[in-house]
């Protein structure tokens, strides 16, 4: 009975991954054919990337104000704290910098589109454009992955600079004068690095989106299925930015080695 329940499991899992990876290949190939939907794209920039810069400015903000913080703590003991503002950059650009945005993103913007495209499904709305013959990929998936490619990126940089301000701010309390923390940033970091903190956004952004795009697409019973079907898609977005970011790490690790 067991074994027959996790085959059951497995099935649907490895057919809903299946399904997952269909939709991000055919969004690859339908974000380079016509009509682009300019119109779509832009709503969807705006909804998607503007809407999100207040959380991602405060969650940059305070983290990088704990950063500092915390190696001012460690780092007063031995003289170094001139250092402060190397630690704060490479923690936050390498690795808390897209995390935590993607995060946030992913709670806010990743149950937006599940809800939106869930609501369209469970009112027939996804049927009647079908019906007329819309590409529905073409017309709701890939003007929301592109604006996601655009937006996060953005988003995570503006985190970035937000949380070295911000990292600042503690640090001045301590004595630690701009100059001095403006030095400290190159000598923890190389240009690689800034690459890292671009490539880990613009790749949790394509997640949140197909992730909230499909699972909104597969919304089954009413109003109560939108509501699972969100919180489904927060879960798996916010599982998968944290599982692939172990990965990416692990990739960029090797090739500077």
Do not use: H
Request: hydrophobic share 55%.
């Amino acid at each position: 009975m067991n074994i027959a329940i996790v085959d059951r499991l497995m099935l649907r899992f490895f057919a809903e991954l299946q399904g997952w990876f269909r939709l991000g290949a055919k969004t690859f190939v339908r974000m380079f054919r016509r009509p682009f939907y300019y119109r779509e794209f832009a709503i969807q920039f705006d909804k998607l990337g503007f809407s999100s810069l207040f959380i991602c400015i405060l969650t940059g903000l305070f983290t990088g104000m704990v950063m500092a913080l915390q190696a001012l703590i460690q780092l007063k003991p031995f003289a170094a704290t001139s250092y402060v503002g190397g630690m704060v950059a490479v923690t936050m650009i390498k690795e808390l910098g897209p995390v935590l945005a993607s995060l946030m993103v992913a709670g806010r913007v990743g149950s937006a589109i599940t809800a939106e495209l869930g609501t369209m499904v469970v009112t027939e709305q996804v049927d009647a454009m079908r019906v007329e013959g819309t590409d529905i990929i073409q017309r709701l998936v890939a003007p929301r992955v592109k604006a996601m490619l655009l937006a996060m990126p953005l988003l995570t940089v503006v985190a970035d600079v937000v949380s070295l301000a911000g990292g600042y701010m503690i640090s001045a309390g301590y004595g630690i004068n701009p100059t001095m923390y403006i030095k400290g940033l190159p000598q923890f970091m190389v240009f690689q690095d800034l690459i890292e903190g671009l490539v880990k956004p613009a790749v949790f952004g394509l997640l949140i989106t197909l992730t909230g795009c499909y699972v909104g697409l597969n919304t089954r019973g009413g109003a109560e299925g939108v509501g699972a079907a969100a919180k489904q898609a927060v879960v798996l977005s916010s599982v998968m930015v944290l599982v692939t970011d172990f990965f990416l790490t692990k990739i960029f690790v090797t090739f500077r080695g």
